[in-house]
């Protein structure tokens, strides 16, 4: 006979899976939904899971239910993660970076989203060439100039961008940035038009591509899709989390 604890342990865990499946399930069809509004495919919007604050178990969940692009925002949570879950998954680096941990955060994320000025770049180039790796990066963009943010101005971006560029090991292949939070998910759209006319800008001065756009989070990614994002975080619509900011 099996105890009756265990079975109500796995009957609350099925419970629980189930309500995550379905979470997942509203947010892709959420992601499709407002790509068609703008004329996209599904497939051009990339969803990050975003794990920060998530135990390993929990983790597992959504792992079980399909999905492998998770991201985190401090290395001494991240580390011991990534170390006990599977090698497949792949890890976005989403939080302000100090130049003390690039060292150990360059072998495990394969995108940064938060490059947020030219000095940290630089530092980046510097200990890419020393442990030969070629760092795929995002540059974060204050586009909103709240003072408690992170990241380039724009007038400070297109003024460093040559200087990015020249840097010989950084792969900058787009930009990131956050609106200011709001109940109002429409307040977030000039953010994001702006984020995506700054892009589409220094690309063309510049005649490289810069595919990746990563704004939107759990309040606001669908009007980032139709802003043109390539790359939605989300964290608290999947874990019901309420009153947590994604990034």
């Not at 947010?27 to 998530?54: T, W």
């Not at 200990?127 to 380039?152: D, M, Q």
């Amino acid at each position: 006979m099996i105890p009756l604890r265990d079975t109500y342990d796995q009957s609350e865990r099925k419970r629980k899976m189930d309500l995550l499946e379905n979470s997942l399930t509203i947010v892709e069809d959420r992601i499709a939904r407002a790509a068609q509004r703008c004329n996209r495919l599904p497939g051009e919007v990339e969803l990050i899971v975003i794990s920060k604050g998530q135990p390993v178990e929990k983790i597992r969940e959504v792992v079980d239910a399909g999905k492998t692009l998770f991201g985190e925002s401090r290395l001494q949570e991240a580390a011991p993660k990534i170390a006990l879950l599977p090698s497949r998954l792949r890890w976005h680096y989403i939080g302000h970076l100090q130049t003390n941990k690039i060292r150990k955060t360059l072998p495990l994320f394969e995108l940064i989203h938060s490059v947020d000025h030219l000095e940290l770049a630089q530092e980046i180039d510097r200990i890419a060439t020393e442990v030969g790796l070629f760092p795929r990066v995002l540059l974060e963009v204050n586009v909103s100039g709240e003072s408690t943010k992170y990241g380039f101005s724009p007038e400070v971006l297109k003024n460093s961008f040559e200087k990015l560029l020249r840097l010989p090991r950084l792969q900058v292949e787009g930009l990131m940035t956050m609106a200011p939070l709001s109940c109002d998910p429409e307040a977030s759209r000039p953010y994001f038009e702006r984020l995506r006319k700054l892009r589409d800008a220094l690309a063309a001065n510049a005649g490289i591509p810069l595919p990746t756009l990563s704004m939107g989070m759990s309040s606001d990614f669908e009007v980032a899709i139709e802003e043109g994002a390539t790359m939605v975080r989300v964290g608290s619509a999947i874990f019901k989390k309420k009153n947590v900011v994604d990034l």
